[in-house]
Each structure stands twice: as C-alpha cells, then as structure tokens.
C-alpha cells in the first residue's frame, strides 16, 4: 500500500510539471514583498520565539515555470542590531486552471544573523548560512499582479567568535503582493 501511494505521489508531481507555466504568459520579471511572521526554536530549547521580517525579492523567469528568485531578507527586533539574508531560491511555479498559481521554492543563502532579542543579534561578528525549502500558491489580479501566500521552512547555521555554532529552525509564512513585468 505504501509504495502505491509513493507511485501515485510521484506521479502527480511529475505529471503537474509537465504543465508547468509561467503565472501571467509573456512576463519574464517577477518583483515581490510580503510581511513574515517568524516562529522558532532553538536546537536545544523546547521554547519558540517569534519575529517579523521583510522579504524583497525579484525573480526571473528563465523557461516556462522554471523561476530564478534572488532575495534580500531584513529583520528587526527592538533593541537588537538588525540582521540580514541574502538567499538564491529558485521556483517552480505550475500551471493549473484558474487564477491560482501553485508553487515550490527552495534556496541556499548567507547572512549577518538571526534577529532574535539577546539571544542571537545580528552582528558583523556573526556569520550565517541558511538553507530554504517551501511553497505556496499566488492568486493572479488581472495582467500584472498577485497576491502570494507561501510557508518556507529555514535551516540557520549561526557562527560567531568565541561562541560556540548554533542552527535555528524557523516557520515562516509570507504574505505579500507581486508585480509582472
């Protein structure tokens, strides 16, 4: 039974990407932001925290579905140096009736920190490498928009002098609007 629902798993994946299509026909440029709300935990703690971020990304579409989405990430928590990711994602946006566009996204990245109050500060002295998994769907407005829901799931090596290297998990789920052009 489970290797049947592998099958059956697979073969819907394969089968959506071969209508893969970009969301608006004939735009290759996709710029975007949305508002995040952050929860996470650190590896050794049963306790999760949580933190707003904002997302700034422009993504190019280089065949059919097929997405290059390079993005800046800026995080703030009062009190606390402000913190940055700069990620390569890439997207695969597929093609289904109607105006939404399901997508999945996943991405390696770098950074200063993660913007957690006094446990983890954003700081020259930090460095940071991220991994990015994820998707979401886009609801397409009219020729040149959309509204973009996503969930991504983050995986934050944190390094610092003098300190011992911590990985922070983090759920993120984004809600934002995107141009075509």
């Known amino acids: 039974m489970k290797k049947t629902i592998v099958f059956l798993a697979v073969f819907l994946v394969l089968g959506a990407s071969l209508v893969m299509s970009q969301p608006v026909s004939g735009k290759k440029f996709e710029l975007g932001t949305a508002f995040s709300f ?8 049963t306790d999760s925290d949580s933190v707003l971020s904002l ?18 990430m800026l ?6 140096e402000a913190a940055y990711h ?19 996204l996943g991405g390696v990245g770098v950074g200063n920190g993660f913007s957690a ?7 020259t002295d930090v460095n940071a490498f991220l991994i990015n ?7 397409v407005i ?7 829901v996503e969930y991504r799931f983050t ?3 944190l390094s610092q002098t003098g300190f011992p290297s911590e990985t922070v998990s983090s759920h993120q789920i984004f809600i934002g609007v995107s141009l075509f052009f």
Do not use: C, H
């Open 38 to 45: 952050t929860s996470f935990k650190f590896s050794d703690s």
């Open 142 to 148: 009219g020729k040149a928009g959309a509204i973009r």
């Open 55 to 72: 997302p700034l990304r422009l993504g190019y579409f280089v065949w059919k579905g097929l997405e290059i989405e390079p993005e800046v």
């Open 86 to 104: 700069v990620s390569a994602n890439l997207a695969y946006n597929f093609k289904v009736p109607g105006q939404v566009v399901p997508f999945v």
């Open 117 to 123: 109050g006094p446990l983890v500060e954003g700081d």
């Open 133 to 139: 998994a994820g998707g979401g769907i886009k609801y």
């Open 75 to 80: 995080m703030k928590f009062s009190g606390s």
């Open 155 to 157: 995986s934050n090596r």
